[in-house]
């Protein structure tokens, strides 16, 4: 059964690490959450280091510019370790033309890697960041695409492993749907990001760094709101999750603001999953 919790405090106490999610936990694209922000304040204030684990393609400086921006105090986190971070390993090992599937704000990821970004027809591999235009697009407008390079058997690293994400009160589409397609089409995907193990180990080697010592999984606990990104990577890697239930999936278990903890606990139970604990927003 899930448990639901008030505050983070409630069991911080049995921890000497936090690995937290970021979009849909501490902000939601557009303002952030400031109980979320207050909590993992008051985590540290305890000696409870956090490391910020994030899906974004954007290497860790751009996302903290990105935090800034959106007011997230930088007293709520320790380190920020980015899917972005961790993809820039696949992208230096593969084919060096390649074609990226993405906005311009995330042409950073490639920086300092000796690749040439080039078009459709002359890739070698795809990397793919996001949608072109998220605010419009979906994948079914990159089905064509997808089908021709599938077709070509091009490689295809996926640098941001989200299915959607929050964008205030909306629901926008990410790289991990075209990985997600591609995939079913018979293509070979790469990921790096949550919920895969790279980006772990590169989280708990930097809280273990903040912790001055080795840490047990089984003194981590990870904090997020996407079944299979935060709560699957979160227990693959042997930590004890707290599920944010009112982000990305509280439409399968919310009506008119009311949560139906039946609904919601077989939801978590049928995809496989058993959290610590439950809040609808980090506080």
């Known amino acids: 059964m899930l448990t639901p919790i008030h505050s983070l405090s409630e069991i911080s106490g049995r921890y000497r690490a936090i690995l937290c999610d970021i979009w849909g936990v501490l902000h939601n694209g557009i ?3 400031q109980e979320a ?3 993992l304040m008051a985590a540290r204030d305890s000696g409870v280091p956090v490391v910020l684990v994030t899906n974004s393609p954007r290497p860790r400086a751009g996302v903290i510019a990105q935090l800034d921006d959106i007011g997230v105090n930088r007293a709520a986190w320790d380190a920020i370790v980015t899917s972005g971070d961790v993809t820039r390993s ?12 993405g906005a311009p704000r995330d042409l950073p ?3 300092g890697l000796d690749v040439e970004l080039v078009t ?7 990397c793919c960041a996001g949608l072109f235009d ?3 697009e979906t994948p079914d407008d990159y089905a064509p695409l997808l ?3 599938a077709k070509r058997g091009l490689p295809f690293i996926c640098a941001n492993p989200d299915i959607v994400v929050e964008r205030g009160d909306r629901l926008i589409w990410c790289a991990g749907a ?7 089409l018979g293509g070979a995907v790469s990921i790096a990001g949550k919920p895969h193990a790279p980006i772990y180990r590169a989280a708990l080697a930097l809280a273990e760094s903040l912790a001055g010592r080795a840490l047990a999984p089984s003194e981590c606990l990870a904090i997020g709101d996407g079944l299979m990104t935060d709560v699957k990577g979160g227990a693959d890697a042997g930590l004890d999750v707290l599920y944010i239930s009112g982000g990305i999936h509280a439409g399968e278990y919310v009506s008119h603001g009311v949560s139906d903890r039946v609904a919601m606990q077989r939801f978590v139970a049928d995809a496989g999953f058993s959290p610590v604990a439950e809040m609808p927003r980090l506080a």
């Open 31 to 33: 303002a952030p959450f």
């Open 120 to 126: 459709e027809a002359e890739a070698e591999a795809i």
């Open 147 to 149: 089908a021709r390079l």
């Open 90 to 101: 696949l992208i230096g090992a593969g084919p060096r033309r390649l074609f990226h599937i």
């Open 178 to 184: 075209l990985a997600r397609d591609y995939a079913a």
């Open 134 to 136: 998220d605010e419009t």
């Open 37 to 39: 922000g207050a909590a």
């Open 109 to 111: 990821l490639y920086d």
